[in-house]
């Protein structure tokens, strides 16, 4: 079965679909002119400032909904995705995680636009929308809107569950020496407690750990850059040039031709920032906005500070530290970076104190992506047992081996993303006609 899958991912996640998601990115960026480009500045304003619009329909404000999708998105794959894509590809492959971020900043603009566009408001006066909203709605596909709600709350239960718990039981254990089974009880605990309440709920705990996590994950970084300081001009060197040729065999690293470069950065590029693949606009139909483009600006922002910011960080700390080539991947090669500039075993306490809380965090997002994804398909009677099922799916991810949950995640991310990337370029010219209507009447 292992085999089998792996197979079927490696079909799912071949060149076609990282294709048509870098180039959805790119034919967005273009059409739009380069929004995200012009309009960063004020993007970060409306998010980290300004935060929320008074008397607008939503259920949580423009920054907490940001916070939860970030808290999705900000996990494991920020920590140890960025390591593997580096001990895999080489320095170059942080080059073209960048060009994903950049071109994806496009693409999670123009899923809120459609997500806010095509939202609705349930019998409780809580809002709903996503990629099975604006595929019934929007394009008019309501058996493709079913099939992505079907992959998303498949999804949930695997990247944005059992992983992220796994990940965190094993880095608690190799940390402080505490059992799996303890981790995993007080996790659902902690995870349950928050989902009771729902996305308010959750839009308040997130806005609050988000920002804390983000900040001393980027402080913790920062601190290994300065440390190794001397070494930046060199880094951004071996970026810049061994993003577009053959990287050589240094020590325990094997080397990388062009291609695999390319693969290794856009690949994991996109599984930090999940552009494209549907999951965030959930989280963005929920803010309170008058104007699908004023949340759309804000949700541009996740990719933004996800990859340029916090998956640099991670680069240039392994980069600078000067430990590629020690034959070591994921987690492990991040901590042996943060082991060079902190003392004694603070290095690995500190990646693994962020892995905790970046876990927890996607398990908060994801919960959220499952539940309404659930909700869509079978109304809302089903959103109570399956927080309950979510909930006891936590504890389970900390006590088992995860070898098959990874790739059929895989699977899964892949499976939703195509029927998103449909209404994307299908309603590409809904979205910049709802972008002209915004600057044409706030000019």
């Not at 796994?166 to 995870?191: H, M, Q, R």
């Not at 606009?281 to 804000?298: D, F, G």
């Not at 990337?421 to 209507?437: K, Q």
Request: with cysteine; aromatic share 10%; net charge neutral.
């Amino acid at each position: 079965m292992e085999h089998t899958l792996n197979e079927i991912r490696d079909i799912i996640w071949g060149v076609p679909l990282i294709a048509l998601l870098v180039g959805t990115g790119i034919y967005l960026t273009f059409l739009l002119k380069g929004l995200q480009f012009r309009k960063l500045y004020h993007s970060l304003w409306l998010a980290l400032v300004k935060r929320k619009e008074e008397n607008s329909e939503g259920d949580i404000s423009h920054f907490q909904a940001l916070m939860t999708a970030l808290a999705a998105t900000v996990g494991t794959g920020n920590i140890a995705g960025v390591a593997t894509a580096i001990a895999i590809g080489g320095p170059g492959a942080l080059f073209w995680m960048w060009i994903t971020g950049l071109f994806g900043m496009a693409t999670k603009y123009a899923e809120a636009v459609l997500a806010v566009k095509y939202r609705i408001k349930d019998k409780n006066g809580n809002m709903s929308g996503g990629p099975m909203y604006y595929l019934a709605n929007g394009m008019n596909i309501k058996w493709l809107g079913a099939l992505f709600a079907v992959f998303a709350a498949v999804a949930a239960f695997g990247i944005g569950n059992m992983v992220q718990s796994n990940s965190v039981a094993d880095a608690v254990k190799y940390s402080f020496n505490i059992p799996v089974e303890a981790t995993g009880i007080i996790l659902a605990i902690a995870t349950g407690l928050v989902l009771l309440g729902g996305i308010k709920s959750i839009g308040k705990v997130t806005g609050i750990l988000v920002p804390l996590m983000v900040i001393f994950y980027f402080l913790a970084a920062l601190f290994v850059v300065i440390i190794h300081i001397d070494q930046i001009p060199s880094v951004i060197s071996h970026v810049l040039v061994e993003a577009f040729t053959d990287t050589a065999a240094v020590g325990g690293f094997a080397g990388a031709t062009i291609m695999l470069t390319i693969r290794s950065g856009i690949s994991r590029g996109v599984f930090s920032n999940e552009s494209g693949l549907g999951s965030a606009p959930i989280a963005a139909a929920a803010a309170q906005t008058k104007h699908p483009v004023t949340q759309a600006l804000v949700s541009m922002t996740q990719t933004f500070i996800d990859t340029i910011i916090i998956c640099s960080m991670t680069g240039f700390a392994i980069l600078v530290s000067d430990v590629l080539g020690t034959g070591l991947t994921g987690a492990t090669l991040t901590q042996k970076a943060f082991e060079t500039a902190l003392p004694g075993q603070w290095g690995g306490i500190v990646v693994s104190i962020g892995l905790i809380f970046f876990a927890y965090s996607t398990i908060l997002g994801w919960s959220y992506y499952g539940e309404k994804s659930v909700e869509y398909l079978l109304g809302e009677k089903s959103v109570k047992p399956y927080r309950l099922l979510f909930v006891i799916i936590v504890f389970v991810g900390a006590i088992v081996k995860l070898d098959l949950v990874w790739t059929f995640a895989d699977i899964m991310n892949g499976l939703m993303a195509l029927p998103n990337l449909i209404a994307l370029l299908g309603l590409s010219g809904m979205v910049a006609a709802e972008t002209r209507n915004y600057f044409n009447n706030s000019d």
